[in-house]
């Protein structure tokens, strides 16, 4: 089974931190993608990643940044969180058209 | 522009009952489409998905049915459990290599 994991299932931070989430998935997907859900909203693409060291940006990417350094790994900066920035974000791996998503990290920007 | 919707936000059924989760999508040129079921505290799981080949697909107590001249997609669950509520989003793809545009969600309730 495709196992997509996320470092954190909750966090808190402070106005004007530097925030990292971690994504790790273990079958070798070529494909990764980060975004954010909030009530009323679904969900919405910020960031993606077709191959180590390539990202693309999605629908909503304004106040983030990416890091693909290993093909297994995903990870989604905030460099300086603002209470907006309060939501889950859920990871997602794919290799061709279904996506794997991780349990979400719920992030509390103070 | 182009969006993935769905007409009901909540659903509640009694359980042992079909349920039956609507989504309609503008992007005729889309050709994969997708459900996901979201327990509460979980990332989205896959449930089935369908081509735009096709009309009709089953699963395990799952059908997808994709009606593309009115771009309507349901989901049947039929003899729907308590363990199937959650929160129900439709995806489609847009053509652009693995990306997915996902409907807003259903929160499917099931009455004992």
Same mark, same amino acid.
């Given at each position: ?8 299932? $909750?966090l808190v ?8 989430l971690?994504?790790?998935?273990d079958m ?6 980060? $975004?954010r859900q909030?009530?009323?909203? +679904?969900?919405?693409l ?5 191959d ?6 999605g629908?909503?990417p /304004? +106040? $983030? ?5 290993k093909?297994?790994?995903f990870s989604l900066i ?16 794919s290799?061709y058209? /279904?996506?794997?998503? +991780?349990p +979400? ?6 | 522009?182009?969006?993935v919707?769905l007409?009901?936000p909540?659903l509640s ?7 039956i ?26 449930i089935?998905?369908? %081509?735009?080949?096709m009309?009709? %697909?089953q699963?395990q %107590?799952?059908t997808? &049915? &994709?009606n593309k ?5 349901s989901?049947?669950?039929?003899a ?13 793809e ?5 990306k &997915? ?6 929160? &499917?309730?099931v009455?004992p």
């Amino acid at each position: 089974d495709v196992k997509v994991t996320q470092s954190s299932r $909750y966090l808190v931070k402070r106005t004007g931190e530097k925030v990292f989430l971690e994504c790790v998935q273990d079958m070798d997907h070529e494909n990764m993608f980060w $975004y954010r859900q909030d009530p009323g909203l +679904g969900l919405r693409l910020i960031y993606f990643s077709y191959d180590v060291k390539m990202k693309e940006k999605g629908d909503i990417p /304004e +106040g $983030y940044s990416v890091s693909r350094e290993k093909k297994e790994r995903f990870s989604l900066i905030l460099e300086s969180a603002s209470t907006n920035q309060t939501s889950m974000y859920l990871c997602a791996s794919s290799e061709y058209n /279904e996506q794997f998503f +991780g349990p +979400g990290t719920r992030l509390t920007v103070l | 522009g182009e969006s993935v919707g769905l007409h009901l936000p909540t659903l509640s059924v009694q359980e042992g009952d079909n349920s039956i989760i609507n989504c309609a999508y503008s992007n005729s040129a889309s050709d994969y489409f997708i459900w996901y079921k979201q327990e509460s505290g979980k990332g989205p799981q896959f449930i089935i998905d369908i %081509r735009s080949n096709m009309d009709k %697909r089953q699963g395990q %107590r799952v059908t997808v &049915l &994709l009606n593309k001249t009115v771009k309507h997609l349901s989901l049947q669950i039929a003899a729907t459990q308590p363990g199937d509520s959650a929160v129900y989003f439709c995806a489609e793809e847009n053509n652009q290599g693995g990306k &997915l545009i996902f409907g807003q969600g259903t929160e &499917l309730s099931v009455k004992p």
